[in-house]
Each structure stands twice: as structure tokens, then as C-alpha cells.
């Protein structure tokens, strides 16, 4: 009689490598269906119906095909929603690679004692955005916050920061850029120090200063961690909710598309039309990572 | 594999044993006062030992407890039993089925009983398709708060239109000549008390967004004329520029701290006034119907919250008995006393005992009992969304009266329409 552990072990030596692989990776794949490709499946499968829930489709959804798309590219309110988080993309994406390439160049100094700089690196990465959107209301609220006082202490005129469209757009890059810089500094950072100490020297001896050596020597050999960051950066731009949401008081007189999604389907229980937003937000997010997928793979070439 | 079958029949064992105590999860906001929502409890849970209630606290205003509702209820979560839920959201908890309605635990008659001992604006706003979704808890409406030191320094009478409060609040402005006092508070942020911010005035010119058959009757005149009178306000400078920033809560802990004369607030913000270890006005603030606009005519905008039981609660027989209770007039009082809430049945408003902890309940009444009803529809949350973020952006001056006033009329009338 054959011992059952045996068996099982005999069995399991019995596989070929690649069915092997295979038994290994089934409880992986298993994990990602159940919270990525199910979850997508289904808003795929509601885009598809008039599903309200205040009215009887909330429990009986009719079936409408590509009709909540068409009424999507005839919504004005959606293609507002969507400039506004290009230009979120255009302005804050940008501006986050310099202010955290800035940070990084800084928290690379040989300091001697390194965990202030690091800490001071690590915190804004660490605060929920929530809390960076309240903190940011406050700064810039007409009556109580800092940036007025400083304002009118130099002499300038209370400015309603929250309530201007204008001024509130730069108000929320502004925020964003602070919250997100320091994540952009960080894989910079890690880019900065496995640039090889000797080129430096090497370039110095060459009498080379230190604008030629940084532009010629850091930028291009950080290339690869830039793209890098500047491609998650963009991801998460697109999906830009909770900074611009905590600042209006949760109003919506700059909404992007994550706040015109959450709007339609939490609020107005309007969940086949919302789920149709959702769908396009994931398209959106779905090429960029297309082109990150790419660029990593020209990398490994 | 055997241990953890052992483990699973002592779990089933405990929850056999728990399932002998009923237990009820009651969901209300943090703004109603959880700590006078947990007496009630222990006092419905010593009259019945076998039901324990449990309170789960959400957040602290009417938009966001309803976001997590939304939820919790799409999913048909049978965790919550009963919810306390906000005047205006009736017809859609019906619409989308997720109140259990009250009618098969009342014939008729004992429901009709039942109905007309509350304030009918309540009876009313809890009916829908001649349905009862939910039981009254509280009433509110809005007031007009006032700093009573200053009237009386200046030789002042609580106003009664809304001119003499312009004019009060000018000439105390002036001499007072104290550079963090503001006249006239009004709610003005994107948030639900701004939609009865820009009904007051339509309501007194005899408008409304619908007419008697539910029709939808508002036209840009009106809401024109509405959105005219509060930029007017700042414009006269008895308002500060900001309005557009400020939420009811922010206008009552600014008046709190001395800084405005005159505010239009709901109820509960007498209590904290007087109470609260931080104010700086106790016992200088009186408080008075609104004022009329011009043509004489007074509107409130009519709050109040409301017991439903979930639909997808297991206990259902069980939650309808305790939310008799809640809506019963002994915690009417409890309520009254401990957290200046308004009574839902109009005998109280003349209860000694309320009126001694709330003088002002005695001409609280007639208020109450002219306040108007925001509408009633299952897609009110648009509706809410068109008013109150249009009205913001013209208090922003992003937007004129005019534009603001057609924007709001057509995106209404599309929601109306059905589309």
C-alpha cells in the first residue's frame, strides 16, 4: 500500500515543469479575477443597462446597449470633467517631476546626519489625500487661512481662493503637486544613487562643472526612473478625486472625472450611466498603462 | 480538518445562544447627538430585556450619512436595522425600496390614528404614494438667530422683515465699527441647507418648484428674484464677500464666537450657544421667526428627521416596535430637553418642563407649523445638486442672478421630465 504523502509527492514529481507553473500560479490569477477582472467585468456588464436606482430599473435594469456612451459624448458636464483633468494631468504631472527632482537632488547631499531630510521626504507621501485637501482648504480659506494673511501682511487684497474658479484650479495643482512631489522624490532618489560615484569623478578630472556634470551626466542616466515616475504620476492624475473634493466642501464647481463618476452613481443612484463614466475613466487609465507596459519592455530589450 | 469543524460548531453554538437577545443596529448622524441617542436606547432596552440596540454613529452632515447609506443599502447589507434619515429623502427610500413601509404593521385606522397626533407637515413628508416609509423623529425648521445685546444697545426690536434686519444690521456695523463683526448669516456653501437658502424667497413670493399636483412651476422670475435678494445682501454689505464658503455650521461656530449679529440656522443651534463650554454668547441670543420679505409674506424652510426600518433588516417586527418607540412623545421629550430638538407632536411645544430648558419653543410652533417642504421626489438628490451648487456659484459671482436662475429652471425641468 502506497502512503497518501507519497502519492501526493509522486504526483507532484510527476508534473512537468510547466504544469507545475501552472498549479502554482492558479491561486494568483484566482485572487487578481476576484478583485480586478470581476469587478471590471461588471461595470462593464451595468454600462450596458439604465439602471437608476430611484426609479423601477433599480431592480429590474433595462437593457440599452451603447446608449449610455452616446449620451456620455453629448454631456457637456462630462466633457468638462474631462478637460479639467487633463489640464490636472498637464499642470500637476509636470510640475510634481520638478519640484520632486528638486527633492531628491536635495535629500542626495551628503548630509551627515540623513533621517530629517528622508522624514521630510517620506511625510507628505504618508497623509492621506483627504487630509492634504482639508489641510489645503484651511490654508487658503478667504478669512482664516495663511496664504491671506501673508497676503495682507505684504500689503495685497483678501483673495477667495475656494469659491474663484481660477484661482481655485491653481489652488488644487498647487496641493496636488505638494502632495505628489514627494513619491516622484523618492524613486528619483533611488535613481540618484545607483549613478555610479566614479562618473563624476571622472568628470570633474575632465574639469567639467557641476551644471555640465548634472545635465550631462545625472539627467540622462536618470532618464529611466523620470519615465518611470512620470508615468505612475499620470495614472494617478487621471483618477485625481479627493484633494478637489475635500477643498470645495465636496461642491462641484471644478469636478473631474473621478468626482462626475462619484456624483452620478453615489449620489444620484444613477448606476448604469455612472458605470459608463467609470468604464471611459478606465480606458483613459487603461492606455496609459498600455504605453508604461511598453516603455518597460523596450527597457528590458 | 477535524479542529476546524469542532470550531465551527462552537461558533454556530454561540450564535445560537446570541440569537436568543434580538439585537437592533440603529444608524443616526453625528450631528444628532449620539450621546442623548444612546439614553434612549438604555432606557427602550430596559423596558425590553430581550432586544439589545446598538448604535452606529455616521457622519455629520445629511449628504455624507446618505452617502454611506447609499452603500450599505445598494448592497443589501442587512446589518442596519433602522436608520434616522433626513426629511427630503422619503420618496426616494421608497422609490428604490430600501424602507420596509410601516402599513402591514398598522390597519387603517390606527395608522390614521397615529398620523394625526403628529405635526401634519410630517404626516405629510412620510406618505408617499399613500405609503407610510417613515416615522417622525424630530421636527426642525429654520430661524432667524440674533445677537440680543446689540438690538437692545441700539434701541432695536427682533426685525420682522427682512428690510429692517438690513438696516439693523447696518447701523450696528457702523457704530459698533468692530472689524470681525458681520451682519446677516446665511448658509451659502454647496451643501443641502443652501437649497432652503434659495427657496426662502421664492416661498415668499408665493412660488414653489412645484404646484398642488406635484407639476414642476418654477420660473426664472422667481428664482431670479431668489438668487437677487442674497448677492443683494453682500452687495449692501451686510454680508461678507465669502458667503459662498460658509456651510450652516460654520456661520454657527462663527456666531458663537460674537461674530455675527443676525443668522438663519435650524434649531439645534440654540442649544449650542447656550451650552457649548466655548460660546461666547450665552444668554445674548434671542431668536425669532425669519423675517418677511417685502409683500408680507414669512416662509421657514421645514427640516426634521425621520425612524425607517431597512428593508433589508432581519428583525423586522422587532425594529417597527422600537421605532414606535422613538417616535413616540416620550422621547419626543427626551429629545426637547436634551438636545433642543423639536417635538414632532404640538401638545409639547406647550410642556413646562421642554419650555423651561427652551423658552422660545412656545413661539417655535407656528413656525413649524407654516415651514414649507423642500420637494418631495425620488431623484431629490439631483434636484438638491442643481440648487445648491448654482446658487454657490452665483454667491461665488461665477454666474449672474440671471444665468443662474435659467440654468437651474431648464436642468430642473429636464430632471422633472424625466430625462
Request: aromatic share 12%; charged share 15%; with cysteine.
Given at each position: ?141 478667504s478669512q482664516y ?7 495682507v501682511?505684504?500689503?495685497?487684497e483678501r483673495?477667495l ?141 | ?143 432667524l438667530y440674533y445677537r440680543a445685546d446689540l438690538l437692545e444697545k441700539y434701541g432695536f426690536r427682533p426685525p420682522t422683515t427682512w428690510d429692517e434686519a438690513i438696516q439693523q444690521a447696518q447701523t450696528i456695523l457702523q457704530r459698533e465699527n468692530n472689524p470681525n463683526l458681520n451682519g446677516i448669516g446665511f448658509i451659502g ?40 435678494f442674497w448677492v443683494g445682501l453682500m452687495d449692501q454689505r451686510v454680508s461678507p464677500p465669502n458667503m459662498a464658503e460658509k456651510?450652516?455650521?460654520t456661520i454657527r461656530s462663527e456666531m458663537q464666537a460674537g461674530r455675527w449679529v443676525f443668522g438663519t440656522m ?7 450657544f ?6 461666547q454668547v450665552?444668554?445674548r441670543i434671542g431668536?425669532v421667526?425669519l423675517p ?103 454667491l ?24
Amino acid at each position: 500500500m502506497i502512503q497518501p504523502q507519497s502519492r501526493i509527492r509522486r504526483s507532484l514529481g510527476d508534473l512537468s515543469e510547466r504544469a507545475l507553473a501552472f498549479w502554482l500560479l492558479v491561486p494568483a490569477a484566482l485572487l487578481l479575477g476576484l478583485v480586478a477582472l470581476y469587478p471590471v467585468g461588471r461595470l462593464l456588464y451595468t454600462s450596458l443597462f439604465r439602471r437608476r436606482l430611484t426609479d423601477e430599473t433599480g431592480n429590474s435594469p433595462v437593457f440599452v446597449g451603447l446608449d449610455n456612451f452616446v449620451q456620455a459624448f453629448s454631456d457637456e458636464r462630462f466633457w468638462t470633467a474631462l478637460w479639467n483633468t487633463l489640464l490636472i494631468v498637464l499642470v500637476t504631472v509636470p510640475g510634481a517631476l520638478v519640484v520632486g527632482l528638486g527633492l531628491a537632488l536635495l535629500a542626495n547631499l551628503p548630509f551627515r546626519v540623513k533621517w530629517p531630510v528622508r522624514l521630510g521626504l517620506l511625510l507628505p507621501w504618508a497623509l492621506p489625500l483627504v487630509f492634504a485637501g482639508l489641510i489645503f482648504r484651511w490654508f487658503f480659506d478667504s478669512q482664516y487661512g495663511v496664504i491671506n494673511d501673508v497676503i495682507v501682511r505684504l500689503g495685497g487684497e483678501r483673495l477667495l481662493w475656494v469659491t474663484t474658479p481660477e484661482l481655485l484650479f491653481w489652488a488644487i495643482c498647487l496641493s496636488i503637486i505638494w502632495k505628489s512631489s514627494s513619491f516622484v522624490a523618492l524613486i528619483l532618489l533611488a535613481g540618484l544613487q545607483v549613478i555610479p560615484r566614479e562618473l563624476y569623478e571622472s568628470a570633474a578630472v575632465d574639469g567639467a562643472n557641476r551644471w555640465q556634470s548634472f545635465w550631462r551626466i545625472t539627467l540622462p542616466l536618470l532618464l529611466p526612473a523620470i519615465l518611470v515616475a512620470a508615468i505612475f504620476r499620470t495614472i494617478t492624475a487621471f483618477q485625481t478625486f479627493d484633494i478637489p473634493f475635500a477643498m470645495q466642501n465636496g461642491g462641484s464647481s471644478f469636478e473631474t472625472l473621478a468626482m462626475y463618476v462619484r456624483t452620478m452613481s453615489i449620489e444620484n443612484l444613477n448606476f448604469g450611466y455612472g458605470s459608463a463614466l467609470a468604464v471611459l475613466m478606465f480606458l483613459i487609465s487603461f492606455v496609459v498603462t498600455l504605453v508604461y507596459l511598453r516603455y518597460v519592455r523596450g527597457a528590458d530589450d | 480538518m477535524r479542529k476546524l469543524f469542532w470550531l465551527l460548531v462552537a461558533v454556530l453554538v454561540m450564535s445560537a445562544a446570541l440569537a436568543q437577545q434580538t439585537r437592533l443596529r440603529v444608524f443616526v448622524g453625528g450631528q444628532q447627538r449620539p450621546d442623548v441617542m444612546r439614553k434612549i436606547f438604555d432606557l427602550y432596552q430596559s423596558k425590553n430585556p430581550g432586544v439589545r440596540v446598538d448604535l452606529e454613529v455616521g457622519g455629520a452632515t445629511s449628504d455624507q450619512q446618505q452617502q454611506y447609506l447609499t452603500t450599505v443599502l445598494a448592497s443589501r447589507d442587512p446589518s442596519i436595522d433602522i436608520i434616522l434619515i433626513d426629511v427630503i429623502r422619503p420618496a426616494q427610500y421608497l422609490a428604490s425600496r430600501w424602507a420596509d413601509t410601516l402599513d402591514k404593521y398598522l390597519p387603517a385606522a390606527s395608522r390614521q390614528n397615529l398620523l394625526r397626533q403628529y405635526l401634519p407637515a410630517y404626516s405629510q413628508a412620510n406618505v408617499i404614494n399613500g405609503q407610510l416609509v417613515a416615522l417622525p423623529g424630530f421636527a426642525d425648521a429654520m430661524f432667524l438667530y440674533y445677537r440680543a445685546d446689540l438690538l437692545e444697545k441700539y434701541g432695536f426690536r427682533p426685525p420682522t422683515t427682512w428690510d429692517e434686519a438690513i438696516q439693523q444690521a447696518q447701523t450696528i456695523l457702523q457704530r459698533e465699527n468692530n472689524p470681525n463683526l458681520n451682519g446677516i448669516g446665511f448658509i451659502g456653501a454647496p451643501a443641502e441647507g443652501t437649497v432652503c437658502t434659495f427657496l426662502l424667497p421664492v416661498w415668499a413670493a408665493g412660488g414653489d418648484v412645484t404646484n398642488a399636483q406635484g407639476q414642476f412651476s418654477l420660473t426664472v422670475e422667481q428664482a431670479q428674484r431668489a438668487l437677487q435678494f442674497w448677492v443683494g445682501l453682500m452687495d449692501q454689505r451686510v454680508s461678507p464677500p465669502n458667503m459662498a464658503e460658509k456651510p450652516q455650521d460654520t456661520i454657527r461656530s462663527e456666531m458663537q464666537a460674537g461674530r455675527w449679529v443676525f443668522g438663519t440656522m435650524f434649531a439645534y443651534a440654540w442649544n449650542r450657544f447656550q451650552n457649548d463650554a466655548d460660546s461666547q454668547v450665552k444668554g445674548r441670543i434671542g431668536v425669532v421667526p425669519l423675517p418677511a420679505f417685502a409683500g408680507g409674506r414669512q416662509a421657514s424652510c421645514l427640516g426634521g428627521w425621520q425612524w425607517t426600518v431597512s428593508d433589508f433588516s432581519r428583525n423586522k417586527a422587532q425594529a417597527h416596535k422600537l421605532v414606535r418607540f422613538l417616535s413616540s412623545p416620550e422621547v419626543s421629550k427626551i429629545l426637547a430637553i436634551d438636545a433642543s430638538n423639536l417635538p414632532v407632536f404640538p401638545a409639547l411645544y406647550r410642556d413646562p418642563d421642554i419650555l423651561r430648558v427652551n423658552p422660545w419653543f412656545g413661539q417655535a410652533l407656528p413656525v413649524v407649523q407654516a415651514a414649507r417642504a423642500r420637494p418631495q421626489h425620488p431623484r431629490y438628490a439631483e434636484i438638491s445638486e442643481v440648487i445648491r451648487v448654482t446658487t454657490n456659484q452665483v454667491l461665488a459671482r461665477q454666474k449672474t442672478p440671471e444665468q443662474g436662475a435659467r440654468e437651474i429652471v431648464t436642468r430642473l425641468q429636464a430632471i422633472y421630465g424625466g430625462r
